[in-house]
């Protein structure tokens, strides 16, 4: 009987809000990542966006890539409404043609690294 009353009180308490860890739904097993034995073998990429316009292109937008290796960032100044096409030959141009194809990429699972393109480029 009283403990419907301890449970209620525990979903409302702040304190215990605060101080106990989550009670909602468990999120899946993090997956250790392997780690890279040459540079841009894995990268990390994601965008940074709510950005004044600027550039002679208007770019509001940063596409940023991270070699896991050598920890060495890539800052691509790009649109926040660019396709997977877009992205893909930002990618190729800038990146890829100079760093070789990464065997991975780790990233939000953001539709535009996610995309079929990425499937055949790759």
């Not at 106990?20 to 097993?29: D, F, I, P, W, Y």
């Not at 890829?96 to 991975?104: E, L, V």
């Amino acid at each position: 009987m009283w403990q419907k009353d301890v449970e209620e009180y525990c979903k409302t308490c702040d304190r215990c809000q605060k101080e106990n860890k989550s009670t909602g739904k468990r999120l899946g097993n993090m997956i250790k990542i392997q780690e890279p034995s040459r540079p841009w073998e894995i990268v990390h990429m994601d965008w940074v966006t709510g950005l004044p316009p600027g550039g002679d292109r208007s770019y509001n937008a940063c596409l940023v890539i991270v070699d896991r290796f050598s920890k060495t960032p890539i800052f691509l100044p790009c649109h926040k409404d660019d396709t997977a096409m877009d992205t893909a030959l930002l990618i190729c141009n800038r990146v890829i043609s100079w760093t070789g194809i990464f065997t991975n990429i780790i990233s939000n699972r953001d539709p535009k690294f996610t995309s079929a393109l990425w499937k055949n480029i790759h």
